[in-house]
């Protein structure tokens, strides 16, 4: 997509002043902007020249100006088609963010609570402790990943979640969605709920709630609540033109292209992917990992939320939604200085983190080979899409580009 188009999109959805677009800016900013963008075009094209990631794209706004825009590498290396700005990328727990913002939706009609029991909506999700004892989950607990529940790619190979053959939501399992929360409430909870963080299924719980809870399936209270206001066209759970879709690949030297099921190695298990799932109508919709999308789309989104939320949040719904809502509790799959809020990560202490962004930057990935962050005291919002798990989701690619991006070593 062009900055016009970009624009276009931003000026019809009433995000952005009409002066904010006029091209005499500061200089000191053009030369900043001008600046940034050399040295993201170094770190994307060393990427791609040194086989880190096989394709990516990249979309930078700064205080509500498209500054950065950039497509590189190939959606099919094989078959030598080149990336393109409007390329659909599968968004895998960038999905989450989404989600999120579509429960939050509901909260604001009065249609859901955050304090509202898992039970209220799905009374047979009800998940043991150790000692028996099936404590309430409440929706704000699925929000904020405090719920007790896991994720089987953080497990060992013969855990729970292997043996009930629960997927993750990546992985074409040929069940519905009710099926696997059933398979998943057989399953104990690692901890009481709200005690502690673990990154899990928790978003894919919220989904059934939210499709009980807004009258439809999940795709189309999410089209109804966020992506239909915010005119994001090319960011669904279904994908009807394949050939718009980059090809995913696994981190290798050089990246490997994915199978119809491919399993990444990760930690004491692995992450099982199924890239055609993208185009399956009979797939489940997973909540945590299920969507497609455009770094265009994803970037409206992101500057919807910086804004204040509308049209799809009120301005204290979208503060609540990117303020950290766990208190001390540490998030280890994020790192230090960490928490989270109703449905991202929150950057609490930036030298803990060792991170250039700001205190109360936002942000998450996915882990097909995606990131972005928002720093609302930069006034910044960053999308990076890449076809390469993990290595476009963490090390060295992404920490590379919010250096580029803050100018620092």
Known sequence: MKRRAFVSILGRLGLLSPLTWLPNVASADVDNDTALRARLDLVMDQAIAEQQIVGAVAFVARGGRLIYQRAVGFADREAGIPVREDTQFRLASMTKLIVSVA????????????????????????????????????????????????????????????????????????????????????????????????????????????????????????????????????TAFVVDDASRVATPYADGNPPIRMTKRYALPFGNSAIVYSPERAFDKHAFPSGGAGMTGTASDYLVLLEAIRNGGDPVLRRETARALTSNAIGDLAVPLAGPGVGWGLGVAVLRDPNAAHSPSNAGTWQWGGVYGTHFWVDPLAKLSVVVLTNTAVAGTVGDFPDSVRKAVYGVQ
Do not use: C
Not at 217 to 223: F, G, H, I, K, R
């Open 103 to 234: 429960a939050l939706a509901l909260v604001e009609a009065g249609r859901l609570s955050l304090d509202d029991p898992v039970t209220r909506w799905l009374p047979y999700f009800r998940p043991k402790l150790a000692d028996g004892v099936s404590p309430a989950i409440t929706v704000r607990e699925l929000m904020t990943h405090t719920s007790g529940l896991n994720y089987g790619f953080l497990e060992s190979a013969n855990g729970p979640y292997h043996r009930l053959h629960i997927s993750d939501g990546l992985d074409s399992s040929g069940i519905s969605l009710d099926a696997n929360l059933r398979r998943l409430a057989q399953a104990p909870l690692l901890s009481a709920p709200g005690t502690h963080w673990q990154y899990s299924l928790s978003m894919d719980v919220l989904g059934a709630i939210i499709a009980k809870a807004g009258g439809a399936n999940l795709p189309e209270v999410v089209d109804r609540t966020v992506t239909g206001p915010l005119k994001m066209r090319d």
